[in-house]
């Protein structure tokens, strides 16, 4: 089966680190996005890694360990601005290449 | 960079009639497009996969009848919602996955929210 599990919630002040956490256990694997998604609109992409490490981006990194079917996105230099959903996704093998997503974490900045 | 629509952006339409729901790439081509339903406050769920010219594979627990897929064209795919009922209300996203691409990066569509009254 596929199983993708975040925090349901969380709360950071402006300026902070959060980290967000994904564990993942699914039938293959393909790579691992992270998205963004403000309420009532689409999801924007913020990452991929398939290969284990680090991912910097600004203000945005994603680590992976496939050994450990883990996964956490890094938000530094917190602004009010990135309050929203941020859902772990995990794309399966082969040619379709869906991906499974999580049930998504709110993260909520506060002042 | 790569832009996905979706028309309508929202739709009300009344119990027991029918609504089609469109997704384009503007500005590449598309083997692949994903639907998505996403209720309140819940994470998105793959409805069903469409690939150019060949049926759709739709996930478990999605009724084939009921959610018709179309993607006729490689820059053009639709969703039917056939005799829709107040628990179809979502918020529907489409995505599709580039032709060319290396990145196996889905983009994703605004979304379309249905209301059935």
């Known amino acids: 089966g596929q199983n993708i599990d975040q925090p349901t919630e969380m709360t950071a002040t402006e300026g902070a680190i959060v980290q967000i956490n994904c564990t993942y256990q699914?039938?293959?694997?393909?790579?691992l996005f992270w998205y963004q998604q403000h309420a009532g609109e689409a999801p924007t992409f913020l990452s991929y890694n398939v290969l284990d490490g680090l991912e910097e981006k600004g203000r945005f990194s994603s680590f992976l360990s496939r050994s450990k079917g883990y996964s956490y996105l890094l938000l530094k230099e917190l602004q009010m601005k990135d309050s929203a959903s941020y859902l772990c996704?995990?794309?399966?093998?082969?040619?379709?290449?869906?991906?499974?997503f999580g049930q998504g974490t709110t993260l909520q900045v506060k002042p | 960079g790569a832009v996905v629509s979706q028309h309508p952006s929202w739709v009300i339409c009344k119990s027991g009639t029918s609504v089609k729901i469109e997704c384009r790439s503007l500005?590449?081509?598309?083997?692949?497009m994903f639907w998505y339903r996403q209720f309140p406050k819940q994470s998105l769920m793959l409805m069903a996969t469409?690939?150019?010219?060949?049926?759709?594979?739709?996930e478990q627990g999605v009724e084939k009848d009921k959610f018709l897929i179309n993607h006729a064209s490689l820059t053009l795919s639709t969703l039917t919602v056939t005799s829709a009922h107040p628990e179809d209300s979502s918020f529907y996203i489409c995505?599709?996955?580039?032709?060319?691409?290396?990145?196996?990066?889905?983009?994703f569509g605004p979304g379309t929210r249905l209301t059935v009254t």
């Open positions: 996704a995990v794309r399966t093998p082969g040619n379709t290449g869906k991906l499974i």
């Open positions: 995505s599709a996955r580039e032709l060319a691409g290396g990145t196996y990066e889905q983009y």
């Open positions: 699914t039938s293959g694997f393909n790579g």
């Open positions: 500005d590449f081509q598309a083997t692949t």
């Open positions: 469409s690939n150019e010219g060949s049926k759709a594979t739709y």
